[in-house]
């Protein structure tokens, strides 16, 4: 079976910077289950949703999106100038295919999730993000010939089941009256689009380090989105340096971006993006909780329902033998 990149198993792959931490870390960290990566992954992309409908008025949509993938190159240029330098032939032989993968799984992706969200409320959003799982196995089958197995089926069908359960906070009239809009449009391109990074992932053959890749991909994502949001800068003007904004874009450009992107993008390296895919579903469940860690929200019934469903879909999928 070809080896998926990006490839992160090689120590000497590593920057240099972590190796001195590597030896005080226990084993579960040095080697981590992709499975546990995937749900970090899920953990620190439920608060990008939550923040970014919270601060919708704050910062315009493509500023949003543009800042937050240029403080995160800035965070990773350190980690990766020297790899990027030595491998610029390759870059520049692969410049469209980075651009596609950059604009696909970051720039133009989570830019439309940030307009859609102006439009929509955060229940349709979660909705829609249950939905890439779906479009991933599609899209996989279509282009990888990966076939769906029943067990993976049966998975994919309770995880779905219980989101659809949080969402419609166990009275099914409430799905009954979503109400749809513009906003939901983009919403559902955003999610093709990330299905459609995620199923390109698994065959992307560059060997560059999971640090180098995603530094790369960012620099030619944020080439293609720089004139819209120059273009959004003209019409609508900057935003206001506060504490609030200052802390979104901090957030937005660590745990969502460089650590999200990196567990991501080598759990599915690992495991595939049919089985990856399914992670989405605890985008809902890990939503619930920051809202009762900082909103000072409660659980109720239909949310131990829905995460039990979605959490027994993802054990039946990931614990079968291929």
């Known amino acids: 079976?070809?080896?998926?990149?990006?490839?992160?198993?090689?120590?000497?792959?590593?920057?240099?910077?972590?190796?001195?931490?590597?030896?005080?870390?226990?084993?579960?960290?040095?080697?981590?289950?992709?499975?546990?990566?995937?749900?970090?992954?899920?953990?620190?992309?439920?608060?990008?949703?939550?923040?970014?409908?919270?601060?919708?008025?704050?910062?315009?949509?493509?500023?949003?999106?543009?800042?937050?993938?240029?403080?995160?190159?800035a965070i990773l240029l350190p980690f990766s100038w020297t790899e990027l330098r030595d491998n610029r032939q390759t870059l520049r032989e692969n410049w469209v295919r980075l651009s596609l993968l950059g604009s696909l799984g970051a720039t133009?992706?989570?830019?439309?999730?940030?307009?859609?969200?102006?439009?929509?409320?955060?229940?349709?959003?979660?909705?829609?993000?249950?939905?890439?799982?779906i479009l991933i196995i599609l899209l996989s089958g279509l282009f990888l010939g990966e076939r769906l197995r029943i067990r993976q089926g049966v998975g994919v069908a309770a995880s779905l089941a219980g989101t659809l359960v949080i969402i419609a906070r166990g009275e099914t009239a409430v799905l009954s009256s979503l109400k749809f809009n513009v906003g939901d449009l983009w919403l559902f391109a955003a999610m093709f689009l990330w299905a459609s990074y995620t199923v390109i992932l698994r065959r992307h053959p560059m060997r560059l380090s999971p640090v180098g890749?995603?530094?790369?991909?960012?620099?030619?994502?944020?080439?293609?989105?720089?004139?819209?949001y120059l273009w959004e800068l003209w019409t609508r003007g900057g935003f206001e340096l506060k504490l609030a904004t200052l802390a979104t874009l901090g957030y937005y450009a660590t745990l969502p971006s460089v650590v999200a992107y990196l567990f991501w993008n080598q759990g599915v390296a690992q495991v595939g993006p049919n089985k990856a895919g399914l992670f989405a579903h605890l985008i809902p469940v890990f939503g619930a909780l920051l809202a009762v860690a900082f909103l000072g929200e409660s659980l109720h019934g239909y949310h131990y329902l829905g995460a039990a469903l979605i959490f027994s879909g993802i054990y039946f999928t990931t614990s079968g033998r291929e």
Do not use: E, K
């Not at 890749?213 to 819209?228: D, E, K, N, S, Y």
């Open 108 to 133: 133009a992706f989570n830019t439309m999730i940030y307009v859609g969200l102006q439009h929509t409320a955060a229940t349709n959003g979660v909705l829609f993000n249950s939905i890439s799982p």
């Open 213 to 228: 890749f995603l530094a790369a991909i960012l620099i030619f994502g944020l080439l293609w989105l720089l004139p819209f």
């Open 1 to 73: 079976m070809r080896q998926p990149c990006p490839r992160s198993t090689d120590s000497d792959r590593l920057p240099a910077a972590v190796h001195r931490f590597v030896p005080i870390l226990p084993n579960w960290l040095r080697h981590p289950s992709p499975y546990f990566l995937l749900a970090l992954a899920a953990l620190f992309w439920a608060g990008n949703w939550v923040i970014g409908r919270a601060m919708r008025h704050g910062i315009a949509p493509v500023a949003m999106g543009f800042w937050r993938w240029a403080l995160a190159l």
